[in-house]
């Protein structure tokens, strides 16, 4: 299901991308890898489609996974964080956007030199 939905999203059908991708994450036997992949490529479409709130959750649902998985890279949770900090400023939560900027460079600062121009 993944696969169809990665070629129904880089074909722009983006409907048939979110119901396959739902579809395996379902399917995903609670495989923490599966799921982060799925949760990802669904956060994707959700933008494409502009669809903040349901990319919002999603998002959610992606920094808890990552958040338990052992020794994940902290740069790729905190540009998650960084990019729920964006969606939150555009829906016009601006105390959820600082709170998730401030968690995304905290984790930045963490993972990488202070003057990395990630911070």
Do not use: W
Request: charged share 30%.
């Amino acid at each position: 299901m993944y696969e169809k939905g990665d070629r129904a999203c880089q074909q722009m059908h983006y409907k048939e991308a979110e119901s396959a991708f739902k579809s395996a994450l379902s399917l995903s036997e609670n495989d923490i890898n599966k799921q982060l992949l799925t949760l990802e490529a669904l956060a994707e479409v959700y933008h494409e489609e502009k669809k903040l709130p349901d990319e919002e959750r999603t998002l959610i649902s992606l920094t808890q996974l990552l958040e338990k998985k052992d020794q994940f890279p902290p740069i790729a949770l905190a540009a998650t964080y960084l990019r729920l900090s964006c969606i939150e400023f555009f829906l016009g939560s601006y105390d959820k956007a600082e709170r998730y900027a401030k968690t995304a460079t905290t984790l930045f600062t963490e993972a990488c030199e202070p003057r990395c121009s990630n911070v």
